[in-house]
Nanobody, 123 residues
């Protein structure tokens, strides 16, 4: 199990930017694929972005492609989600997930999860 703590959420106007961070507890962080999911009120949790353990591959949901960028710093045990051109429909609680492989990281079940950080985009 990996303990994860998200931060960086907040209130932003449409068109603005935020950068989320997810700090991991384990020194083996660099061996995990990492992903971001989000859950809007009344909706199911959905995949946003994922990154391979070495940062060599990334995957994005179509809804965020070209606006969001996932990255990681293994020396700091941290994964980031840079969110630009935010829209009101991006409003959700954002969660990070640690998983053994990139292919597993995009699936809703399994893995280790953080507690989430709220992102609210006003119109």
């Amino acid at each position: 199990q990996v303990q994860l703590v998200e931060s960086g959420g907040g209130l932003v106007q449409a068109g603005g930017s935020l950068r989320l961070s997810c700090a991991a507890s384990r020194r083996t962080f660099s061996s995990y694929a990492m992903a971001w999911f989000r859950q809007a009120p009344g909706k199911e949790r959905e995949f946003v972005a994922a990154i391979r353990w070495n940062g060599g591959s990334t995957i994005y949901a179509d809804s965020v492609k070209g606006r969001f960028t996932i990255s990681r710093d293994n020396a700091k045990n941290t994964v980031y989600l840079q969110m630009n051109s935010l829209k009101p429909e991006d409003t959700a609680v954002y969660y990070c997930k640690a998983e053994r492989t990139l292919s597993q990281s995009v699936v809703l079940g399994g893995g280790s999860w953080g507690q989430g950080t709220q992102v609210t985009v006003s119109s």
